[in-house]
């Protein structure tokens, strides 16, 4: 087995025993040896396997072939009949998601149990559990029996306790068809992280763009034996062939138009939110839909309000299939169509009109704000998977797959306060708090800026970067409470200045000199009181653990923070 190599199979067998009555298996032990009352199957036979490290490999084959059976012999659930199996580093199966879980036990008492079963120990689980709830995106049902889970609830916990168990080998069967849309395309964002940070994938999927997409190679079973194996088209072409074609009529669809309604606010936000993303509509002839045919033109139209003073904008949007793979992006930028500067509490309106040349299926939308070419430099708001559509066959057959798509763009900006801030704020985040504390699902409103949650003795807490946002509903009084400690070498001298900018408004500074816990106060403008604002938390001092303490955190630090409230 070379350095390289973490799976390796040497004629591997397996063997069922079948019995065509639950008599047969008695008889067979009773009766003299010799006599037998059953007939073998073998699913597997003589397979010849060798992955490598790094490597992502694509098991098909049609119902039957040898394909669960074979992944369950990797994970240690099956004992071969024959043959050899050598593994080389920890190995994960998402084979059936939620095996084990007790549905009396709440969501988090079954990460415990579950994790424990896939060899974690209990401070390693403590360690990942901050991970595990986020990727899960549960909620309050997070400490609800799983008997009142739906089926996809309970699938989503699974999937991402394997998901964060750290393994060198992650075998996936059929898993991806984990809860909706949305998070299918989350499974498949950190599958290609997997991927690229140098973990070893075998996936079984009978989804031929799954395939194409994770897969360097592919092996194709058939009757527990290795019949084809190379490239993912290569191996899916010769899948095809093996599979009767039925012909079927054409499906009748109908398009329902719904009236435009107003937008919530996007499934995941991200962003200094300068400027905040208020709707993202699709139109055809002018009335919004959410239904297209596949070649029609349509209009993707972005509105927004600014709520600091932007010298400059870039306006995006990307199309993405039901799995996550971006199939057409652009920009303003890259479309040399120039967006003026915003002043606070400009509204910006900008419209994309394209033909709609993909093929059929269900797509979702991103949009996005930011400065230059991409969002890597300032980001304002990304408003990830904003909407879903979905396109329908034309009957011209015309096309499929992916497609370069040839865009007109046009800019409407208005001058002056026409939409105010707060207004905009109010109907995006209705239920934003009166207080943040990181404990809770309140740490949700804690937007760009923040490190992720850490536990100090029997508090939960969260270091900033430079510059922090959130968003809170301030008080009759118009103030801003911030409890926070800084670093004891950012305090030497003139120690730490924190600012704090309501919807782009100062609100004063507090100068920190001693690395003690305190309470940061904080004034708003009075027509900032009694509505929804967004904070921004800036230090004109931090530092970096591994320059300073000489430990291996590599990460920018600002203050340290367990509490933000209003009054």
Known sequence: MGTDTVIELVNLSKRFRVYDQPMDRLKEWLTPRGMSFH???WALRNIDLVVQRGSAVGIIGVNGAGKSTLLKILCGTLSPTSGTVRIRGRITGMLELGAGFHPEFTGRQNIYLNARLLGLTDREIEARMPRIVEFAELGDFLDHPLRIYSTGMAL????SVAANVDPDILIIDEALAVGDAYFQQKCMRYLRAFREQGGTLLFVSHDPNAVKILCDEALLLQDGAVVERGTPDTVLDYYNALIARRSTDQAAFRIERKAAQTAQPATQRA???DVVITTVDLLQGGQSCRAITAGAEVQIRVAAVALADVPE????????DRLGYEIFGTNT????????ALPAGTTLQVSFTLPCNIGPGDYTITAAIHSGIDHLAACYDWADRFMAFKVLPASDHYHCGVARLPVRVATE????HASAPEDVLRALFANAPRRIVFSNDSATWAFAGWHAVETIGNESVRWTQQTATCVLASGPAGLIRIE???DARQCQGAGVRVQLTANGQACGDVRMTTPAWQTLQFTLPAALRNTIVRCAVQCD??????????????RTLGILVRCLDSA
């Open 333 to 340: 930028y890259r479309l040399q169509h120039a967006v003026p």
């Open 156 to 159: 989503r916990l699974g999937f």
């Open 541 to 554: 001092k931090t530092f970096v653990p591994a320059a300073v303490h000489g430990s291996d955190d590599h």
């Open 39 to 41: 007939w073998a199957f």
């Open 271 to 273: 962003g200094t939110f």
């Open 313 to 320: 904008a870039t306006v995006g949007i990307s199309i993405r």
């Open 413 to 416: 900006c208005a001058r002056g």
């Open 484 to 486: 926070a400690c800084a």
